[in-house]
């Protein structure tokens, strides 16, 4: 993916920028109007001794004036909109080029700074409809009107005004790149890294408090906190001194309006009143205008946030992982059938080198083996993580034929460490199907035996605290075990529910998870037997090799 790729797919389609656009035109427009229209309505005024022939010019300032605002709410409105939605389809595009990589496609990319890229980078691409996009076209357009206009009053005030505006605009983006851009383009890193700092140390409070070492992550955060400071300050300095450019500009242009187009009231050319107009023009234009050397720092942080999302991203898919493309029906069937399976990780040497197995519907079948032994490797190609070579089937399906998606909805993943939201019970489960109501949520937290628990604890009130901090791991299990149990899958996968689980505690939990599956396929993947009874067959792997 290319940084143009990103920009791209930052900018709302022409159907849905342009109404937005329009209005701004139409905003602008009027308030250059307004001003115009005031101007000569009061010098007219001034030399005429009835106001009768002045009453369009009144009621020319009262419709500009009234539609200005008009024009304007309905650009923001419009724009936005259009940015918003459009932010929304972003950060979805990016997420799901994320998930086939997510397992372990990332490899060392930290984790503050996929959390900078997707939330802070892809949210300041919404900049460039708003900031880079709108504002400049805006601007192009009520410029070339204005000069247009003048030309009409006066041609020298016109050429006058042109020269200003070229002047303004190439000395406030040169002005602007010159003191701000190095500035512009290292906000985004600099952000990046103070989310690292702040992601590192709340994730691992625990582990710096026990080790005495949170003074030293503290200072972390303030460093990358005064370092961003200081250059989010540079930056307001470059726009600054460009704005006063444009400014400075602005008053230029008005002088020199008058200096150009003062002869014609000798020769005739031009009266009192339009002679007003033609000072007065300058002014609103260049305040229509000063939005330029704003877009132009906005295009530089915007540019330097894709580059970022960019970075994040990497390039390509590496061979070792499925893509999520195929199709997106559902399997014919949803026994599993795997014969000479093969698969590797990223960079890694093979994990599974000939693993064969069977898991017929309402089957519970235990995967055993030792650490290392491609238990967890064998997890990801069940869910389509991993790519893999050798048969594997669901039902009469080849699961290579199917999406990502489309296998995950068929197969569900426990993992080791369930990812709990710090959020309350009921909108942990709510991910797995949010038409959920509070008696059937009550209800699979009874089956998974947490129905006591919730309702000593507060009930699905009860927060669980980030990834499960405010409850044990057989809890957490249960919880994650009962959101999938909420989604329906028809098999489900139990990598290893006991991993961090007391051993006294193993036996109950082993015994509830089961039970509580129901009718659905379940493989069992544990190092811990479970209780007698609770299994039909034990496949043992070893080496990546089922044996």
Same mark, same amino acid.
């Given at each position: ?93 990016m ?37 880079v996009?709108q ?20 041609? =020298?005030?016109?050429? *006058?005004? #042109? ?5 303004? +605009? !190439? /000395? ?5 790149? @010159? $003191? ?62 460009a ?19 003062? =002869?014609?009231?000798? *020769?005739? #050319?031009?009266d009192?009143?339009?002679? +007003? !107009? /033609?000072?007065?023009v300058?002014?609103v @234009? $260049? ?37 999520d ?22 960079g ?14 309402g ?6 083996? =030792?650490s290392?032994a ?5 997890a ?38 369930p ?34 628990w ?14 499960g ?49 129901g ?23 070893e ?5």
């Amino acid at each position: 993916m290319k940084v143009s790729d990103v920009l791209r797919l930052a900018q709302p389609p022409v159907r849905r920028f342009l109404p937005g656009l329009i209005w701004g035109v139409l905003s602008a427009g009027a308030a250059v109007s307004l001003l115009a229209v005031s101007g000569w309505l009061i010098i007219s005024a001034s030399i005429v001794d009835s106001l009768v022939p002045l009453s369009i010019a009144v009621v020319g300032v009262r419709f500009f004036a009234v539609s200005r605002a008009v024009f304007r709410y309905l650009e923001r409105l419009s724009g936005h909109d259009a940015a918003l939605r459009q932010l929304a389809s972003t950060r979805s595009d990016m997420v799901r080029r994320l998930i086939p990589l997510s397992p372990a496609g990332l490899g060392e990319t930290d984790r503050g700074q996929v959390l900078s890229a997707l939330v802070d980078d892809v949210e300041n691409l919404q900049n460039l409809p708003l900031r880079v996009v709108q504002p400049l076209a805006v601007a192009t357009v009520v410029a070339a009107g204005a000069v247009g206009f003048i030309a009409f009053v006066s041609p =020298p005030a016109a050429l *006058t005004l #042109a020269a200003c505006l070229v002047a303004a +605009a !190439v /000395v406030a983006i040169g002005l602007g790149w @010159v $003191f701000g851009s190095r500035a512009e383009e290292r906000v985004s890193l600099q952000r990046a890294e103070l989310s690292a700092s702040l992601v590192d140390y709340f994730g691992s409070l625990d582990v710096l408090l026990a080790y005495g070492a949170e003074p030293q992550a503290r200072d972390r955060i303030e460093r990358a906190d005064a370092v961003l400071r200081r250059t989010v300050t540079r930056a307001s300095l470059a726009q600054a001194i460009a704005a006063g450019v444009v400014s400075m500009l602005a008053g230029v242009a008005s002088v020199w309006a008058v200096a150009a187009a003062s =002869p014609g009231l000798v *020769t005739g #050319a031009i009266d009192g009143p339009w002679l +007003a !107009v /033609v000072v007065l023009v300058p002014m609103v @234009v $260049f305040e229509v205008f000063g939005a330029v050397p704003i877009a132009a720092a906005s295009w530089r942080s915007v540019r330097s946030s894709a580059q970022r999302v960019v970075d994040v991203l990497p390039s390509s898919i590496p061979a070792e992982l499925r893509t999520d493309a195929g199709t997106d029906e559902a399997p014919a069937g949803t026994a599993l059938r795997l014969r000479d399976v093969r698969a590797s990780w990223p960079g890694g040497a093979p994990a599974l080198r000939g693993v064969s197995l069977d898991l017929g519907v309402g089957e519970r079948v235990l995967l055993s083996g =030792p650490s290392g032994a491609g238990k967890s490797s064998l997890a990801s190609v069940l869910v389509g993580f991993l790519r893999s070579e050798g048969e594997y089937t669901i039902g009469e399906t080849d699961a290579s034929a199917l999406s990502g998606p489309a296998l995950r909805r068929t197969i569900g993943l426990c993992e080791q460490s369930p990812q709990l939201f710090d959020e309350d019970i009921r909108q942990n489960l709510l991910f797995a199907r949010d038409t959920a109501t509070d008696d059937e949520l009550l209800a699979v937290l009874g089956r998974v035996g947490l129905g006591d628990w919730t309702r000593e604890h507060g009930g699905l009130d009860a927060r669980v605290g980030d990834r499960g901090a405010l409850v044990s791991g057989g809890q957490a299990q249960r919880i994650a075990l009962a959101r999938a149990l909420l989604r329906g899958f028809p098999v489900l996968v139990l990598d290893e529910p006991t991993a961090g689980v007391d051993p006294e505690a193993s036996e109950a939990l082993l015994r509830d998870l089961l039970e509580a599956a129901g009718e659905q396929s379940v493989l069992l993947i544990s190092h811990v037997d479970p209780p007698a009874g609770t299994v039909d067959r034990v496949v043992h792997i070893e080496a990546g090799r089922t044996l």
